[in-house]
T-cell receptor, first 112, second 114 residues
Framework: DTAVSQTPKYLVTQMGNDKSIKCEQN?????MYWYKQDSKKFLKIMFS???????INETVPNRFSPKSPDKAHLNLHINSLELGDSAVYFC???????????FGPGTRLLVL | AQSVTQPDIHITVSEGASLELRCNYS??????LFWYVQSPGQGLQLLLK??????LVQGIKGFEAEFKRSQSSFNLRKPSVHWSDAAEYFC????????????FGKGTHLIIQP
């Protein structure tokens, strides 16, 4: 069984659209994250979500909003997509804020 | 804020040769340190981690890393590389109880020559 899963694996969409990426973890972890990997493969934290507390990286545009329906899920909603949003988005989870993070397979987003 | 430097963008190694990938970090206290590997088109797989204790840590796939506080380094090593080790390697630092997630280096691309 996959520990951290993401859907879809690939997402191609037009500028201005709204899209969502889903993330689920079956590890029983309390903390989940979203990272963005740019075209140069640089990884940067976007959000962390722990015990219903959301920590936002201040550089993330407010077009991005994480939603957690329960502890096992942290979905990423993106409004008004822009060309610069094209990237690979990784979900991760850890037992707590100090724990080892386990990553999902990534969602490759291409905005045309 | 913490930072991670991987000074080598690309490294080419012959199959069967030894490997060392460099990682330096900047953080005021003792950090948590990680090495992840990313194969083309794949996600990130944890190779090994250092939280505390023995400064030489063993990981999967025959990798090891040594934490050297005096040099602020956490270099990754493997005595004999295999063609399947060709991938992107990321060093990362985490903070105890920190909500800022992991801070990653820019990665080292490992090429294996036959």
């Amino acid at each position: 069984d996959t520990a951290v899963s993401q859907t879809p694996k690939y997402l191609v969409t037009q500028m201005g659209n709204d899209k969502s990426i889903k993330c689920e973890q079956n590890l029983g972890h309390d903390t989940m994250y979203w990272y963005k990997q740019d075209s140069k493969k640089f990884l940067k934290i976007m959000f962390s979500y722990n015990n219903k507390e959301l920590i936002i990286n201040e550089t993330v545009p407010n077009r991005f909003s994480p939603k957690s329906p329960d502890k096992a899920h942290l979905n990423l909603h993106i409004n008004s997509l822009e060309l610069g949003d094209s990237a690979v988005y990784f979900c991760a989870s850890s037992q707590d804020l100090s724990g080892t993070q386990y990553f999902g397979p990534g969602t490759r987003l291409l905005v045309l | 804020a913490q930072s991670v430097t991987q000074p080598d963008i690309h490294i080419t190694v012959s199959e069967g040769a030894s490997l060392e990938l460099r990682c330096n970090y900047s953080y005021g206290a003792t950090p948590y340190l990680f090495w992840y590997v990313q194969s083309p088109g794949q996600g990130l797989q944890l190779l090994l981690k250092y939280f505390s204790g023995d400064t030489l840590v063993q990981g999967i796939k025959g990798f090891e890393a040594e934490f050297k506080r005096s040099q602020s380094s956490f270099n990754l090593r493997k005595p004999s590389v295999h063609w399947s080790d060709a991938a992107e390697y990321f060093c990362a630092v985490g903070v105890r109880g920190g909500a800022d997630g992991l801070t990653f280096g820019k990665g080292t691309h490992l090429i294996i020559q036959p």
